[in-house]
Every structure is written in C-alpha cells, then in structure tokens.
C-alpha cells in the first residue's frame, strides 16, 4: 500500500490534518459553536466550485473563500448578537445558492464528487506543501493563544475586562477554523469536515474532564480514525471521507454503549 505515491501523500495529509483539526475543533466545541464548521464547510465548496470554473487549484479557492465567509461570520455573529444562528443560516444558504450556479456550468462532476466526499489519489505533492505551511502555524497559534482562547470559550464578557482582546481572538479562532477546512477538503470532502473538527472532541468529553486530557485524546481518536479511514478506502475502493465518519460513528456509539453499562 505504503509503495503507491499517492497513498504516503494522503498518510501524511490525513495525519497533519487529524492533529490540527481536534485542536481547534475543541474550542468551537466549548464556544457552543460547533456549527461554524457545517457553515464554513459549504463555504469552502463554494470556493471550490469557483477554482474549477476560474481553472485555478481549487484548495486555493475554498481557503480564499473560506477565509472571507469566517470574517465575515464574526461580523454578522456581533450584528445579531443573541442570536448567532441566524448568521450561520445566512452564510450556509448564501454558499449553497451560489454552489448550485456554479456546479451547473462545470462540466464535468468527478473533479467535484473528490470535493465533496474526498479521495486519497487526488493529493498532489503541492497540496501537501500548502497543507504543511498552513498546519505549522495553525499549531503554533493555539499553543501561544491557548490559554486566552480557552477563557474567551467560558466567559467573553470576563476575557474583555482582564484585557484580553476578545474580538481579534475570535476572529482568529474563525479564521482557523477556515483554514482548517479547507486544508481537509481532499482526504474528508466539503460535506463530512465538519465531523473531523466536532465528534473526536464529542467523544472525548464522554471520557475526560480535563481539557489538556481531551485534547489529546481527540488528537488519539482523530488519528485512529482518519488512518484506519484512509486504509479502509484503499482496500474496499471506498469513500476516505465516508469512511473515516463511520469510524467516528462506530466510536461514539462504543462510548456510548460502555456508559450505559
């Protein structure tokens, strides 16, 4: 397996990503925003959907998209304060409208279906570089921000009075996030990202209290899932990102089952 290029190109792909993506996705998780990353994901087909018609790499669009919608998500997240739902729906239907528009001027839909649901043969060796120069300081970031970004997570108002600058932090934690998803649209796909940012987290909860804990065994689950994804993929000629949820899925219910004993 490992003798295929593409397959060690998508080992590593799908490593960096398991890592970084429970790190920021357990933020999000205790904001009780955990639907940002269901938004910003149709965002990022978006973006893709204007690569494959402008003919430029379509990582390139859904991270400059991406990137637009999470800026502009905290703006309307301050606009309907209270109701932070309402931003979210904006968003999500604005992405899926244009998609649609575009998607039906694209000939040809293979290109799209390894967007949406994600393939192991499509990782380029110049999608990896800008995987690895976007995750080395997405990491870097929340090991220096962590300490502030946690306490924005329990108390904005508290955050604010001590000092700390609440509104560039969430709009860095944003901005994550959309970096994020757009680094995993070729090993999960734009419709199953944000399962790799909330259910490794989810299903740490249901064992740790200790954050430092539940990051890491996110981080565990995360790596677990993603790689025995990609090897089922391989084998069964599968979806990686069908493949890699089921896993999640058949994790949570273990936990689940395991409590109720």
């Known amino acids: 397996m490992l003798r295929y290029a593409f397959m060690q ?9 398991s890592i970084i993506a ?24 978006l973006g893709v959907a204007l690569g494959l ?13 991406t990137i637009f919608f999470a800026i502009a998500l905290e703006r309307l997240r301050k606009e309907f304060k209270g109701f932070a739902e309402i931003s979210l729906s904006m968003i999500t239907m604005a992405s899926l409208g244009f998609s649609a528009i575009i998607f039906s001027r694209i000939k040809s839909s293979a290109n799209v279906m390894n967007y949406l649901f994600g393939s192991i043969v499509a990782i380029s060796r110049a999608d990896l570089i800008l995987i690895l120069l976007i995750a080395i300081p997405s990491v870097l970031l929340i090991l220096i921000f962590q300490k502030e970004l946690l306490y924005i997570c329990f108390d904005e108002d508290g955050a604010y009075v001590s000092g700390i600058n609440v509104k560039l932090l969430n709009l860095v934690l944003n901005i994550l996030v959309a970096l994020v998803i757009g680094i995993s649209l070729r090993i ?8 790799l940012l909330v259910i490794p987290g989810a299903i ?5 209290s200790n954050f430092r804990k539940l990051q890491l065994y996110s981080v565990l689950i995360s790596l677990f899932s993603v790689v025995f994804g990609i090897i089922l993929s391989f084998y069964l000629n599968i979806s990686p990102g069908g493949s890699i949820v089921v896993i999640f899925t058949c994790l949570y219910a273990i936990t689940e089952f395991k409590k109720g004993m």
Request: hydrophobic fraction near 60%.
């Open 9 to 17: 190109r998508a080992f590593i792909a799908g490593i960096i990503i």
């Open 53 to 65: 018609l402008i003919g430029i790499n379509p990582l390139i669009g859904a991270l400059v998209i």
């Open 22 to 45: 429970p790190l920021i996705g357990n933020y999000i998780i205790l904001k009780r925003f955990s639907q940002i990353g269901d938004t910003l994901s149709h965002s990022a087909i």
């Open 204 to 208: 740490s909860m249901k064992l740790v």
């Open 188 to 195: 999960v796909g734009g419709f199953l990202i944000s399962a």
